[in-house]
């Protein structure tokens, strides 16, 4: 049974840094895609970082360059979100997920088989 558990979020202040963590577990998080997208209050879920498991290449959202990192740690089998300079529109539940290869496009939820269950953050003014 694959799952995917999200942690460390929290209400910080703007220009705050903020790290998830994401265990993995049922899967092998280094042969996957690992993504990490966000969802605020009524709006959809975007995409905001992700991490291939072959040579460790990543992708970011317009709002995540320069911001946001993403890495991982194969022997603990988790990939973490570090957000830096946050800001209140950040403010979102942040979701871990993983794809398998194959896929046309990685920014897409639709592309990843699993989630956790998300992780709220809060970034106020």
């Known amino acids: 049974q694959v799952q995917l558990v999200e942690s460390g979020g929290g209400l910080v202040q703007a220009g705050d840094s903020l790290r998830l963590s994401c265990a993995a577990s049922?899967?092998?998080?280094?042969?996957?895609?690992m993504g990490w997208f966000r969802q605020a209050p009524g709006k959809e879920r975007e995409f905001v970082i992700l991490?291939?498991?072959?040579?460790?290449?990543?992708a970011y959202s317009d709002s995540a360059k320069g911001r946001f990192t993403i890495s991982r740690d194969n022997a603990k089998n988790m990939v973490y979100l570090q957000m830096n300079s946050l800001k209140p529109e950040d403010t979102a539940v942040y979701y871990c997920?993983?794809?398998?290869?194959?896929?046309?496009?990685?920014?897409?939820?639709?592309?990843?088989?699993?989630w956790g269950q998300g992780a709220q953050v809060t970034v106020s003014s």
């Open positions: 997920a993983a794809a398998d290869y194959g896929a046309a496009d990685y920014s897409l939820a639709r592309s990843y088989h699993y």
């Open positions: 049922g899967l092998t998080s280094s042969s996957y895609i």
């Open positions: 991490i291939v498991g072959k040579g460790d290449r990543t």
